[in-house]
C-alpha cells in the first residue's frame, strides 16, 4: 500500500495533538513535581501508584484500542481523546484526595490511549510514506517535545505570575492557587487543539478508505503475531519507556541533590523538555540516511553511559556544570530511542493497514512501565533519602538501557541478514 502523501499542516497538527492530550497527566507532574507532591499531599509513592493506575488501564486500551485505529479516521478519534482528557483537567484542578485522583489517573489512562495512541501512531506511518520513517517519527517526538517544553514554559511563567510571595517562601495554599490557573489554562487549550484537529486534519477520501479495514480478521492478528519484529519492540519500547519515565526525576533531583528552589527546579524539567525537539530534530535528519536500527542501538549505550554518571554518584551539589552535562546526556540517549523505536516498523515489515492492530500488541508490553516504574521510582525515592535514592534509580535506568542496547542490536543484525 502506497497512500497519497499528507501535507506539512498534517504532521504539525499530529505534534500538536500528541503531547497536548499527556500534558495534565504527565507533563505537570515533570515539571512542578515538587509542587504537585506538595499540593496534593503525596509522597513519591503514592505518586506512583496513580501512574501505575493509569498504566493498568491504558494497558487494555493500548489492546483494544490498536484495532480501532485501522477502521476509523484518525483525526475522529484523536480529537474526542482530547476533549475527552481536558475535562478530567477541571477535576484536577479541585485538588481531589487520593481516591479521587486514582480514578482520575484510571480514567486519563483510557482517554490519552483507547481513541489516541494508535490512531497517532498510524497517521505517522501515512504521512512517512515508505521512505522517510525516520524523519517521520523525529519530527514527531521532537515537535511534541517543543510542544511540552513550551506548555512547561508557560506553566512556569503562569505560576510565577500567580505566585504572590516569593519563591522560597511560598505557602502550601499560595502554590495551589498558582498551581490551579496552571491547570485551567492547559485544559482550555487542550479543548482547542481538538477542534483544530477535528476540521483541518484530514486526509483525501481515498486514502482514509484504503486504510479503513472493515474488520480485524484472526488471521490478520496470527500474521501479527507472527513478525520477530513485533516481539523484539515490544522489549525495546519496554526499556526505552523506562528511560523516558525515569526523566521525571530531574526536578526533583535538582531541589533534593543540587537544593534548587521550587522554581529553579520546575526550570530544570522545563529546559529537559527543550531538549526533545533538538533530538528529534537531528534524528529525523539522520535516521533516513542511516540505518534507523543502528541509531537506535547507539541511543541506549549514550542513555547507558549518561546513568552511570547519576548512578556512581559523581553529580553532586558542587557539580553544576557536570549535573547540566549528564542531563543533556541522559535526554540525548533517551529522546533518541523515543524517535526511532516506531520509526523502525517499517524496517521489521510490518504491514501499514495493521499498524493499529501491531501497535496494540507492541504497546501490551512496551508500556507495561506506566504500571511499574512509578511505584519502583517512589519506592526507591522513599526508601532512601536524597541523594542514594536517586542513585538507585538511575542504576535502574542503566540496566534497561543495557537491555534495551542487546535488543536494538538484536533487531539490527536480524532485518540487516533479511535484506530489509
Given at each position: 500500500m502506497n497512500p497519497k502523501k499528507a501535507p506539512w499542516y498534517f504532521l504539525l497538527l499530529l505534534i500538536l495533538a500528541g503531547e497536548s492530550v499527556f500534558i495534565l497527566p504527565f507533563v505537570l507532574s515533570r515539571v512542578f513535581r515538587p509542587i504537585v507532591l506538595e499540593a496534593f499531599d503525596?509522597?513519591?509513592?503514592?505518586?506512583?501508584?496513580?501512574?501505575?493506575?493509569?498504566?493498568?488501564?491504558?494497558?487494555?486500551?493500548?489492546?483494544?484500542?490498536?484495532?480501532?485505529?485501522?477502521?476509523?479516521?484518525?483525526?475522529?478519534?484523536?480529537?474526542?481523546a482530547l476533549w475527552m482528557t481536558a475535562l478530567g483537567g477541571f477535576v484536577y484542578a479541585t485538588f481531589p484526595d487520593f481516591i479521587v485522583l486514582k480514578v482520575l489517573y484510571g480514567y486519563w489512562g483510557f482517554t490519552t490511549i483507547f481513541l489516541f495512541w494508535a490512531p497517532m501512531i498510524k497517521a505517522t506511518r501515512v504521512w512517512g510514506g515508505s521512505t522517510s520513517q525516520g524523519k517521520a517519527f523525529g519530527?514527531?517526538?521532537?515537535?511534541?517535545?517543543?510542544?511540552?517544553?513550551?506548555?512547561?514554559?508557560?506553566?512556569?511563567?503562569?505560576?510565577?505570575?500567580?505566585l504572590t510571595s516569593n519563591n522560597s517562601h511560598a505557602s502550601i495554599h499560595e502554590s495551589k492557587l498558582a498551581f490551579k490557573q496552571v491547570i485551567l489554562i492547559s485544559s482550555f487549550l487542550i479543548i482547542l487543539v481538538g477542534i483544530l484537529v477535528w476540521f483541518f486534519m484530514k486526509l483525501d477520501p481515498k486514502t482514509e478508505q484504503e486504510l479503513e479495514l472493515d474488520r480485524i480478521t484472526s488471521s490478520q492478528i496470527r500474521r501479527v503475531i507472527s513478525l520477530p519484529s513485533v516481539w523484539l519492540l515490544m522489549i525495546i519500547i519496554l526499556c526505552a519507556y523506562v528511560g523516558y519515565k525515569?526523566?521525571?526525576?530531574?526536578?526533583?533531583?535538582?531541589?533534593?541533590?543540587?537544593?534548587?528552589?521550587?522554581?529553579?527546579?520546575?526550570?530544570?524539567?522545563?529546559?529537559?523538555?527543550?531538549?526533545?525537539?533538538?533530538?528529534?530534530?537531528?534524528?529525523?535528519?539522520?535516521?533516513?540516511?542511516?540505518?534507523?536500527?543502528?541509531?537506535?542501538?547507539?541511543?541506549?549505550?549514550?542513555?547507558?553511559?549518561?546513568a552511570l554518571l547519576f548512578a556512581m554518584g559523581l553529580v553532586t551539589a558542587s557539580t553544576t556544570f557536570l549535573f547540566i552535562l549528564s542531563i543533556l546526556i541522559v535526554a540525548s540517549g533517551v529522546y533518541a530511542t523515543r524517535c526511532l523505536y516506531f520509526a523502525v516498523m517499517e524496517k521489521g515489515r510490518i504491514p501499514l493497514e495493521l499498524t493499529g492492530t501491531a501497535v496494540g500488541l507492541i504497546s501490551l508490553v512496551g508500556y507495561t512501565p506506566?504500571?511499574?516504574?512509578?511505584?519502583?521510582?517512589?519506592?526507591?525515592?522513599d526508601g532512601s533519602k536524597g541523594m542514594v535514592g536517586h542513585q538507585?534509580?538511575?542504576?535502574?535506568?542503566?540496566?534497561?538501557?543495557?537491555?534495551?542496547?542487546?535488543?536494538?542490536?538484536?533487531?539490527?543484525?536480524?532485518?540487516?541478514?533479511?535484506?530489509?
Open positions: 503525596l509522597d513519591n509513592f503514592q505518586l506512583g501508584i496513580c501512574f501505575s493506575i493509569y498504566g493498568i488501564v491504558a494497558l487494555f486500551s493500548y489492546l483494544f484500542g490498536g484495532p480501532i485505529a485501522d477502521k476509523f479516521p484518525p483525526r475522529r478519534l484523536i480529537a474526542v519530527f514527531l517526538d521532537g515537535g511534541r517535545g517543543l510542544v511540552g517544553a513550551l506548555f512547561g514554559t508557560m506553566g512556569v511563567l503562569v505560576f510565577s505570575f500567580f525515569i526523566t521525571d526525576v530531574f526536578s526533583l533531583y535538582a531541589q533534593d541533590v543540587m537544593k534548587y528552589d521550587q522554581v529553579k527546579s520546575a526550570q530544570v524539567g522545563t529546559f529537559l523538555l527543550f531538549i526533545r525537539p533538538i533530538i528529534g530534530v537531528v534524528i529525523g535528519i539522520l535516521a533516513d540516511r542511516w540505518q534507523t536500527t543502528s541509531l537506535l542501538f547507539v541511543s541506549f549505550i549514550i542513555s547507558f553511559f549518561g506506566d504500571i511499574f516504574a512509578g511505584p519502583v521510582m517512589g519506592f526507591l525515592l538507585h534509580v538511575f542504576w535502574m535506568l542503566a540496566l534497561f538501557s543495557l537491555i534495551g542496547g542487546v535488543t536494538a542490536w538484536w533487531y539490527d543484525r536480524l532485518y540487516k541478514k533479511q535484506g530489509s
